[in-house]
């Protein structure tokens, strides 16, 4: 079992930035390639960005590749979510999630999810 709890979200004007947090709980992270979603209102949720498992390789989607850039850190039990050049479309939940497959863009393919952190972007 993997706990996760998403922060950093907030409200930004475009252009902007900023950096998304994920916490898991137990000492299996690194055995979990890690993914972020979003969902906006109205709109199915989205591939983002994964990484895996020792972070050596990452995929993101069209629509953040060169804005974005996901990381982690095993030792804390945290992968993160740059986000900069932020624009009025990047406006979602973002979600984290962790799953036993490598480097997937879709959400069955996770097992575990956080609740979600807001990202609003203002023009």
């Known amino acids: 079992q993997v706990q996760l709890v998403e922060s950093g979200g907030g409200l930004v004007q475009a252009g902007g930035s900023l950096r998304l947090a994920c916490a898991a709980s137990?000492?299996?992270?690194?055995?979990?390639?890690m993914g972020w979603f979003r969902q906006a209102p109205g709109k199915e949720r989205e591939f983002v960005a994964a990484i895996s498992t020792n972070g050596a390789a990452t995929r993101y989607a069209d629509a953040v590749k060169g804005r974005f850039a996901v990381s982690r850190d095993n030792d804390k039990n945290t992968v993160y979510l740059q986000m900069n050049s932020l624009k009025p479309e990047d406006t979602a939940e973002y979600s984290c999630?962790?799953?036993?497959?490598?480097?997937?863009?879709?959400?069955?393919?996770?097992?575990?999810w956080g609740q979600g952190t807001q990202v609003t972007v203002s023009s």
């Open positions: 999630a962790a799953s036993r497959s490598w480097l997937r863009v879709t959400a069955p393919s996770y097992d575990y």
């Open positions: 137990g000492r299996t992270f690194s055995s979990y390639s």
